[in-house]
């Protein structure tokens, strides 16, 4: 029930984040100077450049998956890259459409991979909470370097330098929070025995509390030692931050292609400023408290017209089609699997039945 309401109250987050740009593109931009823009452009080109942007973001979520499927085999779980790259469409959807709840996707596949992972519940968990990890630090690394840049070749404005700061300082303290808790069994016990006090007003039955407690102290034992593991050997984490940058620079590639579909050929010449722009989108989102909708929008519009100089009209325009592509179409893609998956297990569940009467008979 919880859920439900958590999902309706983010769709209509959603649905208001967006009438809200929309009406900011309105009022402020200006729908006319956007049309304008589309006039000018050559239709074959931009359907060209604009189509390797939906290339870019599928090899991005290829990369990401390939990230969290290399640290699954180092922590020797079973899982085939084609499930790996499923799951975490559907994760990633979750976080999507659920973005004040930033841990819903690692529980979404959490849920999804006990069937093929069975009771190595603990390792599981190490394998999302350092494929996050490793996601948010990619994205802090390039933050900061490209912001020391921007600040050291560019008169950039102070309120500019504190939104920067701000948003780096977000962003470490939740890598320093999941590795505290990481590396800290006592504060993570401390978790776990807090979950199951909140637990107990629900579940009456002692016995069942008992073994609850018990398996999730071994499912926290083993996956406090997968994370040790992890730390006595960190070239294992070589090849996932790889794919993770590789994501991380497939999916800032679609920054750049929508502009140059839009005919700003010198937007290559900017890359450091769009950096710090899609370091900053993907910052707010993978913070605990993320963005909704509406505002990554505004935010993005907002930085364009600073640290690009062009007219509000393009960055408008530009940043309604980025969003098509790293926004709606990942949700798109994580719903039709979300479909493809529930339908067949479905027909998983029915044939199961079937053989089981027909051995019964």
Known sequence: MNLQMSFKASVAFMLAGLLGFILYLYFFVGFNSMYEILEKINPFEYSFYYSLTIAAILVSMIFYSMTWYELLKVLSLNLSLRKAFLYSCVGNFVDLVLPLETVSGELTRLYLIQQDVKNDVGRAVASLVYHRIISISTTLIALIASSLYLIIAYNVRMDIILFLSTVAICTAATIILLLYLSLNERAAERIVNLLIRIVSFFIKNEEELASLKEKAISDLSVFHRAVVSFGRNPRILAKPFLYSYLSWFSQLAVYLLVFYALGIPWIFYCVPQMMVVFSITLAVQTIP???????????????????????PAMNGLA????????????????????QWLGIRRILQTESFREKQNLVSE
């Open 289 to 311: 408290i993320g963005f909704p909708v509406g505002l990554v929008e505004l935010v993005m519009t907002y930085l364009y017209n600073i640290l690009l100089g062009t007219s």
């Open 319 to 338: 940043t309604s089609l980025i969003r098509i592509v790293t926004f709606w179409l990942q949700i798109l893609v994580g719903f039709l699997i979300i």
